[in-house]
């Protein structure tokens, strides 16, 4: 099954774990992309999808893993 193309501002809210404000607040600042629609806001699915991977803290695939050692060892 082929996932939407394009996202409410709901939806995106509730993949993003923010509030329907915060997501607005994004847009406004550039930092996510969004489209006027007909009065509503429509996000494309990647451009979520790729905001989300933005956010973890292990996104750049260039930051090593470390492997520290446990404290009773």
């Known amino acids: 099954m082929a ?3 394009y996202l409410g501002l709901d ?3 509730s993949r993003l774990g923010l509030s329907t ?3 607005g ?3 406004e600042e550039g930092r996510l992309r969004g489209f006027a629609d007909r009065g509503t806001w429509k ?8 905001f989300a991977r933005t956010r973890q803290a292990d996104s750049a695939p260039d930051v090593p893993i470390l492997d520290l050692p446990l404290e009773d060892e």
């Open 3 to 5: 996932s939407k193309k």
């Open 25 to 27: 607040k994004l847009r």
């Open 11 to 13: 939806e995106v809210a």
């Open 21 to 23: 404000d915060q997501v």
């Open 43 to 50: 996000f494309k699915s990647d451009d979520v999808e790729e």
